[in-house]
């Protein structure tokens, strides 16, 4: 099969790897119908986060028909188009209890094999799905093919930084970055009851895009957002801001811009043994700091009939759509920012 791969820093190869075999009666074999570049393959793309193997197929982000399934399989068959998140989930230890799927103990992340060991992803035409009856979920009606792929990631986790926060319709909220997930978390925010929400980014195209869904930008270049929110805010700074970016500088601002009494809510991967802030700065300020992966699996559900009302256009951050053999162009563009790239969307 095509796909793909990793081969080192800003290095991604399409080219022809072995198809994937059933290796557990629980598996199943997922012919791709659409897949992604998500921000998070940027850190891997950059090797801010080390120890992928080359050769790995890359994606967590796909949606797809299956078209084998293991002897064990007993909720899905040959033909269902299904949607996956972005991590394997068993469903019965006591973290998929809680509903914090993201951290099952025979959980694996998409598109990650270090020495060896691991999946491959979803930008590629198969992918081998362990545990499948508790980690895939068929596309529901009135669900497009683009709003299940959304729902396998980007949504649920931009959904996940707005919960963490706690809103109430009277606070005022910042989002830091209008990539994909930046943008869910506004949409997140303003389904949330959220009326004062500002988004926080330098690139004029993604902060139009958080405008339409309500948000007030706010044009890093052009403007200082501490004094912004300050102002807005008697002075004290935002109730909670969402950092979605993984980088230091986004970690600090969040720090600058929160009231005492606070929250930070984090959803961008970080991979510095340190944060922007330290423990002593926060007690200072009575800071309530929520970091982690989303549980995709668990949210998936949650926000099904969410989508099913169409409230919220969140397709319309789609900005491209291109055959996978484009895929390198593709990682190229969405990494510079180039040609209004926002959000990608790959087709095998």
């Known amino acids: ?65 299956i078209v084998e ?55 590629a035409e198969l992918v081998r799905i362990p545990m499948a009856d508790s980690t895939l979920m068929r596309i529901p009606e009135g669900i497009s093919d683009e709003e299940a792929l959304f729902l396998c990631d980007i949504f649920p986790t931009g ?26 978390a506004a949409v997140g925010a303003i389904a949330h009851g959220a009326k004062n929400l500002y988004s926080i980014d330098r690139v004029p195209y993604r902060l139009e895009l958080a405008a339409a869904f309500g948000a007030t930008p706010i044009d890093l270049s052009r403007s200082d957002p501490a004094e912004v929110i300050r102002e807005a805010t008697d002075g004290r700074g935002a109730d909670a801001v969402f950092e979605v970016v993984g980088s230091e500088e986004a970690a600090r601002l969040a720090f600058v811009l929160v009231r005492p009494g606070g ?36 949210y998936m559900e949650r926000l099904i009939p969410l989508v099913q009302k169409k409230t919220y256009d969140i397709t319309s951050i789609v900005s491209h759509r291109m055959p996978m053999s484009e895929g390198v162009h593709a990682y190229r563009i969405f990494d510079k920012k180039q040609d209004k790239a926002s959000k990608i969307l790959l087709e095998p």
Not at 160 to 181: K, N, R
Request: with cysteine.
């Open 159 to 184: 959904y996940f930084c707005a919960d963490m926060a706690g809103i109430e319709p009277s606070g005022t909220y910042a989002v830091l970055g209008c990539g994909p997930v930046g943008l869910m």
């Open 1 to 65: 099969m095509q796909a793909l791969t990793f081969h080192g820093k800003e290095k991604i190869e399409y080219e022809s790897i072995d198809d994937p075999q059933i290796e557990s009666p629980d598996d199943v074999i997922l012919r791709v119908i659409l897949t992604t570049v998500c921000g998070s393959d940027l850190h891997v793309y950059h090797e801010r986060e080390k120890g992928l193997d080359h050769g790995t197929a890359m994606g967590h982000e796909f949606i797809g028909e």
């Open 263 to 298: 929250v930070i809510s984090t959803v961008g991967v970080h991979s510095k043994e340190s944060y922007s802030f330290s423990l002593g700065e926060g007690y200072d300020r009575n800071i309530t700091f929520r970091i982690g992966r989303c549980p995709a699996r668990h």
């Open 69 to 123: 399934t293991g002897k064990a399989v007993r909720s899905f068959e040959k033909g269902d188009r299904v949607m996956c998140p972005f991590t394997t989930n068993c469903g019965e230890c006591f973290y998929c209890r809680i509903g914090l799927t993201c951290r099952c103990v025979r959980g694996q992340l998409f598109g990650w094999i270090q020495d060896g060991n691991g999946l491959h992803g979803g930008q």
